[in-house]
């Protein structure tokens, strides 16, 4: 069956980095887009950033564009997020999911079919 599993959460400071992680298997990971979500204690589930099956595409939201980059490894079946300039404001549980397509990363969560089960990233002031 698809699972993905995500790592590379914790707690860090204000201004600090993280590296996630999320290794896919029982998918043929180079035909679907990922996408990095998270949700913070009380709110709904957002998007963060997306990459193309290729990688040739991206997609970030507003709130973390210049300090999150997302990319990914066909080889290793791997996408990864740098969390750089972190701020409290980024803690969350944050979750990696799969699309099927070519087609630019989305925003939504709707064409997502694969989810992990979530990383938790505290960061603190």
């Known amino acids: 069956q698809v699972q993905l599993v995500e790592s590379g959460g914790g707690l860090v400071q204000a201004g600090g980095s993280l590296r996630l992680s999320c290794k896919a298997s029982g998918l043929t990971f180079s035909s679907y887009a990922m996408g990095w979500f998270r949700q913070a204690p009380g709110k709904e589930r957002e998007f963060v950033a997306g990459?193309?099956?290729?990688?040739?595409?991206?997609s970030y939201a507003d709130s973390v564009k210049g300090r999150f980059t997302i990319s990914r490894d066909n080889a290793k079946n791997t996408v990864y997020l740098q969390m750089n300039s972190l701020k409290p404001e980024d803690t969350a549980v944050y979750y990696c999911a799969a699309a099927p397509g070519p087609g630019a990363p989305s925003t939504a969560e709707r064409p997502y079919a694969y989810w992990g089960q979530g990383t938790q990233v505290t960061v603190s002031s």
């Open positions: 990459i193309n099956w290729i990688g040739s595409r991206t």
